[in-house]
T-cell receptor
């Protein structure tokens, strides 16, 4: 079974801290995604990586950066955490199209910035 | 730009009845894929069904079927014989440029919360 693992289920950080959210997948997927989920807003794409060291901005990249040094690992970085970044963060991975492009998700990280 | 719209924030359905969850999309691409995911209260994202833009038949997976109307750009999810365990948030999603490029993002709608009543 495909497994996508996020390093933390719950995280509490202080305003201004640099925050790292880690995601690891074990199926050799080229594509990896970071989303944030907020009530009423659904899943919004923050960043997308289509290969090692390759990334593309999603719909809400401001305040975030990403790193993909190895194929299996995709990190989301909050350079200076703010309270409006309190949210559920979901990582996903998939094969690239046109192969079966179903995305597999991690369990999510609920981040609270105080 | 690609966009997914789910206009039903919440719905009720009686157990054993069928329910349709609406999804419309916007894209200028000819090749794209449409997905439905289920998110129960536990938070996990569960893939339900996939429809490719060139697929001539509507996709079906058990009690789930996708009513794909390409000209209207709609991809509604139909759940037949609803069960209590179907109570969850449902998300419609899309990927563009299935045959054309590396940078094909997967984007989601805002979701529909389905409550199945006994």
């Amino acid at each position: 079974d495909v497994k996508v693992t996020q390093s933390s289920r719950y995280l509490v950080k202080r305003t201004g801290e640099k925050v790292f959210l880690e995601c690891v997948q074990d199926m050799d997927h080229e594509n990896m995604f970071w989303y944030r989920q907020d009530p009423g807003l659904g899943l919004r794409l923050i960043y997308f990586s289509y290969d090692v060291k390759m990334k593309e901005k999603g719909d809400i990249p401001e305040g975030y950066s990403v790193s993909r040094e190895k194929k299996e690992r995709f990190s989301l970085i909050l350079e200076s955490a703010s309270t409006n970044q309190t949210s559920m963060y979901l990582c996903a991975s998939s094969l690239p199209p046109p192969r079966n492009t179903e995305a597999f998700f991690g369990q999510g990280t609920r981040l609270t910035v105080v | 730009a690609q966009k997914i719209t789910q206009t039903q924030p919440g719905m009720f359905v009686q157990e054993k009845e069928a329910v349709t969850l609406d999804c419309t999309y916007d894209t200028s691409d000819q090749s794209y894929g449409l997905f439905w995911y289920k998110q129960p209260s536990s938070g996990e994202m569960i893939f339900l069904i996939y429809q490719g833009s060139y697929d001539e038949q509507n996709a079906t997976e058990g009690r789930y079927s996708l009513n794909f109307q390409k000209a209207r750009k709609s991809a509604n999810l139909v759940i037949s014989a609803s069960q209590l365990g179907d109570s969850a948030m449902y998300f419609c999603a899309m990927r563009e440029a299935l045959y054309g490029g590396a940078t094909n993002k997967l984007i989601f709608g805002t979701g529909t919360l389905l409550a199945v009543q006994p």
